[in-house]
C-alpha cells in the first residue's frame, strides 16, 4: 500500500536563500534579451481541481489562463545546476540527480497555481528562481509541509527557494499585477526508488481537502 505522506529528506521542507551573486548576474543578463511566448492550447476542465486550466493554471472568474514563456540557454542551465547542486546536496543531506529544469514562465493578472505535489520519479528536490515581478501585491506560494503546518512564502528578486516538492504547494491567491516571472528547477535523491510513492495523490480541489489528510 503506498504511503498517504511522502519521505522526509531535509531536516526543514524549504528554505529560501538569496540567489548567489555570480548566478543572478547571469540570469539577468540573458533575461534582458529575452521574448515571451504565450502559451497555447485549449484551458480544459481538471475534475480533481474542480476548475478550468492550463498546465496547471487557472485564472479568477472566467478568464482564460494569462501564461508565457521564454526558453534559457543550455549554458545557464549548466551554470544553475553546478552553481545550486552542491547548496542544494548540503541542505538536503544527501548526494542528488539532475533531473529536469524549466526556463522562465511568466504568470499573468488572476493566475492561480493549484494545489498539487510534483513527479515522484523525477521533482522530489526542487528550486524556484525568482526573476522578476510587476506586482501590485506581494503574491505568496502556499507551501503545506510534513507535519501539516501551511507556509506562505514571498519572494523579492534575487531569492531562491529550495523545497521538497512532494510536499503540496500551490499558489491560491490570485495574483494581482501584470506579471511574475520564475525558473524551476527539479533534482531527485542519486538514491531514490519512485515505486513505492506511486500512489501519493498529486492534486487538491481545496486546502481544505489537503490539510485533511492530517486531520486538521
Known amino acids: 500500500m503506498s504511503p498517504v505522506h511522502p519521505p522526509r529528506i531535509a531536516v526543514c521542507a524549504l528554505r529560501k536563500i538569496a540567489t548567489p551573486t555570480p548566478l543572478q548576474a547571469r540570469i539577468l543578463a540573458e533575461y534582458a534579451r529575452m521574448n515571451f ?7 480544459t476542465y481538471d475534475e480533481e481541481y474542480g476548475a478550468r486550466q492550463r498546465g496547471g493554471i ?3 472568474g472566467e478568464a482564460a489562463p494569462d501564461i508565457a514563456y521564454a526558453p534559457i540557454s543550455g549554458e545557464l542551465f549548466d551554470a544553475c545546476y553546478e552553481t545550486l547542486t552542491p547548496m542544494l546536496e548540503e541542505w538536503a543531506g544527501c548526494p542528488l540527480t539532475r533531473s529536469f529544469g524549466h526556463g522562465i514562465r511568466s504568470y499573468g493578472r488572476g493566475s492561480i497555481l493549484h494545489l498539487h505535489r510534483d513527479r ?4 522530489v528536490i526542487s528550486c524556484i528562481i525568482h526573476v522578476d515581478d510587476r506586482s501590485d501585491v506581494p503574491w505568496p506560494l502556499d507551501f503545506i509541509d510534513h507535519d501539516g503546518v501551511l507556509h506562505q512564502v514571498t519572494f523579492t528578486t534575487g531569492e531562491t527557494l529550495f523545497y521538497e516538492s512532494l510536499c503540496p504547494h500551490a499558489r491560491l491567491t490570485p495574483f494581482q499585477g501584470d506579471y511574475y516571472r520564475n525558473m524551476y528547477l527539479h533534482w531527485r535523491p542519486t538514491e531514490w526508488d519512485p515505486a513505492r510513492y506511486s500512489g501519493l495523490k498529486s492534486k ?8 485533511a489528510q492530517w486531520g486538521r
Open 120 to 123: 515522484v520519479d523525477t521533482h
Open 204 to 211: 487538491y480541489a481545496s486546502l481544505q481537502e489537503c490539510l
Open 37 to 43: 511566448a504565450p502559451v497555447g492550447g485549449e484551458a
Open 58 to 60: 487557472s485564472a479568477s
